[in-house]
Every structure is written in C-alpha cells, then in structure tokens.
T-cell receptor, first 115, second 115 residues
Framework: GAVVSQHPSWVICKSGTSVKIECRSL??????MFWYRQFPKQSLMLMAT?????????EQGVEKDKFLINHASLTLSTLTVTSAHPEDSSFYIC???????????FGPGTRLTVL | AQSVTQLDSHVSVSEGTPVLLRCNYS??????LFWYVQHPNKGLQLLLK??????LVKGINGFEAEFKKSETSFHLTKPSAHMSDAAEYFC?????????????FGSGTRLLVRP
C-alpha cells in the first residue's frame, strides 16, 4: 500500500502556543486528505476533509478557526492547532486518498501534549 | 445514515485458538465495509475490505470476514491467533452519499492474546 508520513510523531507544547503537524503522501498524489482525532482508548473521529487547493470541510463541532488545515499540494497537508490548550491533547492521525475516497492510507499519527 | 457497532470492547483468546471480533452495521444501501488494525504507536493498517463482490472476504495475516446482509453483520475471524495479533481492531463503514464522503469508525475491540 501507499506510504503516508506525519511529522512530528510527538510534540509537547505550552498552553497558548500553536503547533503545526504535517502529513505527506510519499509515493502517490493524494486528491483528498483527512484529519482524525483519537482520544486515549477511544475510536477515531473525523475532524475535517481537505482537497488540494480548496478549503477544508469540517465536521460538526470542530472549530475551523482553531484547527487550521492547509492542503497546498497533492502530497502535503498541514494541521495547525492554534492557541493550544490541555484539552487539545490527543492523538492526531491523517489519511490520504486518491480518486477512490474509500481507500485511505493512514499516517502513523502525532501525539500532542499541551501543558 | 451509516454506522457500525462493535459488540465487544475487549476479546481475550489463547494463542493458537480462533479469533472472533463482532461487528454489526447499519446502512440504507449496500455498504463498503472494512476492518483496520492499530498496533501501539503504529498507523492503522487495512486488514480487508468488502465492496459487494464476494460475501467472504480474505485479508492479510490470515484474517477473513463474512458479510451477512440478513444479520447486518461483518464479523472478523482468524482460525488461529498469534501473539502478534494483539492490537486494537476497528470495523469501519464508508459513507459516500449526500456529498459527504468519509470513513466511520466503530468504537474498537482490543484483542488480547494469552500465551
């Protein structure tokens, strides 16, 4: 299967700072990328869907001004958690898909801890 | 609306014995169903995928799942558990209607394999 990377794999930051997480599809062009959030011992919840060159579509209840998503190229999407607070601490996972949206390749995830 | 329900939060088996992870789905049309596995600190890996071609789907690592429309089930099985199978397993349905295309994850089942 295709390879998707995330950077960083973990990050610790102070409350009030912003954190950027990168998601890259290494060996294919991803028309669409997805961002998920996973709390400890819980399932994955879709946060937003992003298509290259257009604005992301956020799921209900996800603050678009807090979780900024940029999908500037077919191989890179970024998630910026702005003014992070302890309740934003979570495991963030991205996935990338080509033309067939039901076939998603997942990154290894980024663990964010906000102090 | 599509949804999946994983009936067991934890399943414990002895090495070498069969594995059964249960999943029921709800869908107003023929669904695309998946099983993913998540090992600690690793990305999600696709085990298998059902898209109406055949009701018995064979996946990687000896896993298979059977789609039963009459029971709205898509249970995951393996004849003989291996220690390396210990992980979190997610049953997933693809929602592809009304301009909203996304994977919907079940709550997960943690598989424990006893030596």
């Amino acid at each position: 299967g295709a390879v998707v990377s995330q950077h960083p794999s973990w990050v610790i930051c102070k409350s009030g700072t912003s954190v950027k997480i990168e998601c890259r599809s290494l060996d294919f062009q991803a028309t669409t990328m997805f961002w998920y959030r996973q709390f400890p011992k819980q399932s994955l919840m879709l946060m937003a869907t992003s298509n290259e060159g257009s604005k992301a579509t956020y799921e209900q209840g996800v603050e678009k001004d807090k979780f900024l998503i940029n999908h500037a190229s077919l191989t890179l999407s970024t998630l910026t958690v702005t003014s992070a607070h302890p309740e934003d601490s979570s495991f963030y996972i991205c996935s990338a898909a080509g033309p067939s949206l039901d076939t998603q390749y997942f990154g290894p995830g980024t663990r964010l801890t906000v102090l | 609306a599509q949804s999946v329900t994983q009936l067991d939060s934890h399943v414990s088996v002895s090495e070498g014995t069969p594995v059964l992870l249960r999943c029921n789905y709800s869908s107003s049309y023929s669904p695309s169903l998946f099983w993913y596995v998540q090992h600690p600190n690793k990305g999600l890996q696709l085990l298998l995928k059902y898209t109406s071609a055949a009701t018995l789907v064979k996946g990687i690592n000896g896993f298979e799942a059977e789609f039963k429309k009459s029971e709205t089930s898509f249970h995951l099985t393996k004849p003989s558990a291996h220690m390396s199978d210990a992980a979190e397993y997610f049953c997933v349905v693809f929602s592809g209607r009304d301009s909203s295309y996304k994977l919907i994850f079940g709550s997960g089942t943690r598989l424990l394999v006893r030596p």
